[in-house]
């Protein structure tokens, strides 16, 4: 794929600056089951000739070098920081927070979304060690990458529900779930249900979770992908097809929802300076009554939480808090 003329225009910026061409995978626009590789849950909705559908280690393939092609080379060319010391207790690192609007004209024509896709971004740089105020890289590794989406409901406190649809552990294992120079790699379907405060309706993303880690490469790192999917017809998802009104265990799960998107990308590098690189990424729309322009204003300071939030998380599980 080409770089959009818009980026070749522009003058100031050296050609090797130039951003990459942006993949079909990363995006806030839904994928469908028919693009996923094979899985008997899904034979309804994919492809009666296994060769229509992607195999599963170039699907994962792609998914992971396209989000950290994204992550490492796009969005540093065009990121726009708007404040670079923000703090958030019990972290002692400081957040750097950036935003960018990748147009519509330049995304993949069949990944695009109206008004074009904005992202937003933290950074931060974290002592590797296992005393308060930071984490060590097991600790990192363990959090992010290990039960990502599980961990996300424990130390989110808006996250009250992380329903695990399906997965590919199976052909993943048999694997030894290594693709290419990508280990401990895994691939899930979760819907993931928010808390939201009266009187907006729950929001529920449903996502599809690409993760893995990469000790082949120097600097060391670990990615998660969560990607928007569109699984409203399968039997197995609990809020997407509204089973969740019959079928849900708690009042909270029960109640009216509103199917938001959002695609998301977490890294994490261990630099040759000891400390650890904590970079992520996400464009989303919550749908429902709440106008873009609204949602944006609150997208920053929510992404920054998280930072003291599995600070917290961590400290707690260090000292027996949890």
């Known amino acids: 794929m080409a770089v959009p003329t818009t980026d070749l225009r522009r003058k100031s910026i050296p050609v090797e600056a130039q951003p990459p061409p942006l993949g079909p995978h990363v995006r806030l626009h839904q994928m469908s089951a028919s693009q996923l590789p094979m899985h008997p849950d899904l034979d309804p909705y994919q492809s009666t000739s296994k060769t229509a559908q992607p ?20 969005l540093p060319t065009v ?34 979304v109206s008004g074009g896709e904005p992202w937003f ?30 961990h996300e409901m424990d130390y989110t406190p808006d996250v009250f529900d992380a329903h695990h649809v399906l997965g590919w552990s199976e052909q993943l294992e048999a694997m030894g779930r290594k693709v290419d120079d990508w280990e401990k790699v895994d691939m899930d379907v979760y819907e993931m249900a928010h808390k939201m405060p009266p009187p907006l309706a729950n929001r529920v993303f449903s996502v599809l979770v690409v993760k893995a880690k990469n000790t082949t490469r120097r600097p060391p790192s670990l990615i998660v992908v969560q990607i928007p999917l569109e699984i409203a017809k399968l039997p197995l998802a ?10 849900g265990d708690t009042a909270q799960k029960k109640k009216d929802i509103t199917m938001g998107v959002y695609v998301s990308i977490e890294r994490c590098e261990l630099q040759s300076s000891g400390r650890t690189k904590w970079t992520m990424a996400t464009a989303s729309d919550a749908k429902g009554n709440l106008p873009i322009w609204l949602q944006k204003t609150g997208i920053p300071g929510a992404i920054a939480k ?15 808090g949890l």
């Open 55 to 74: 195999s599963l280690s170039s699907f994962v393939s792609s998914v992971l070098v396209e989000a950290d092609t994204f992550v490492t080379r796009y």
């Open 238 to 247: 609990l809020y997407a097809n509204g089973r969740h009104k019959q079928d």
């Open 121 to 150: 971004t933290r950074s931060s740089l974290h002592e590797n060690d296992k005393k308060a105020g930071t984490a060590d890289w097991d600790e990192f590794e363990g959090a992010l990458l290990d039960k990502h989406s599980e």
């Open 79 to 112: 990121i726009k920081v708007r404040s670079s010391n923000k703090t958030v207790p019990p972290s002692n690192a400081t957040v750097q927070l950036s935003d960018y609007t990748i147009p519509a004209q330049e995304l993949p024509a069949e990944a695009r």
């Open 306 to 320: 998280d930072v003291g939030f599995v600070i917290d998380w961590l400290q707690k599980k260090r000292t027996g």
